[in-house]
């Protein structure tokens, strides 16, 4: 039987793909975190789309970054629920860079959020580390199987947990 039939040709492009994306992402970490006009810049987007009727905010890989610091800079935002999907806030090169910055080990609450879902899959190793470790246990941490698509959006998405989660918050 050859690789290809038994599947593992497919699991090593995979990897390989798995492996080369993560590569990019750690390299725009790198450029995000260490320089503070783009980061400035990138968080401005956000929140030129946040008005008064938001009170959900869906994010995912870095857009959690971005996400979570300006809704930590923006506690008078009325964001109620906040959901993160394949979130690398713990990894030590983002955590350390948080703004506000962690004290003591613990990364400050976002803003005005009363529920934090954290939604990762097994093996994306960008949300490798529960947030909770570095969030508190106020942080709902939630694993999913998004398959061989491990970081991928559209799984996330499509995650029952995700859809219950955002179902609640349009319902409170």
């Not at 610091?69 to 030590?92: C, E, K, Q, Y």
Request: aromatic share 6%; glycine share 8%.
């Amino acid at each position: 039987m050859s690789g290809l039939a038994d599947g593992t040709a497919m699991e090593a492009l995979t990897q390989a793909a798995n492996s080369a994306a993560f590569d990019r992402t750690i390299d725009l970490v790198n450029v995000i975190t260490n320089d503070p006009d783009l980061r400035t810049e990138l968080r401005g987007r956000i929140e030129g789309l946040i008005s008064d009727d938001t009170t959900i905010l869906v994010a995912h890989s870095l857009g959690t970054l971005l996400s979570y610091m300006a809704i930590a800079n923006h506690p008078d935002w009325p964001i109620r629920t906040f959901v993160t999907l394949g979130s690398p806030l713990a990894a030590p090169m983002i955590f350390s860079n948080l703004d506000p910055k962690p004290v003591d080990g613990q990364g400050a609450w976002p803003g005005s959020v009363e529920r934090w879902v954290n939604v990762r899959a097994v093996g994306d190793r960008a949300a490798a580390i529960a947030l909770t470790d570095h969030f508190g246990q106020r942080v709902e941490d939630v694993l999913v199987d998004n398959g061989h698509r491990a970081h991928d959006p559209e799984p996330y998405l499509n995650a029952v947990a995700t859809g219950q989660v955002i179902a609640e918050a349009l319902r409170s």
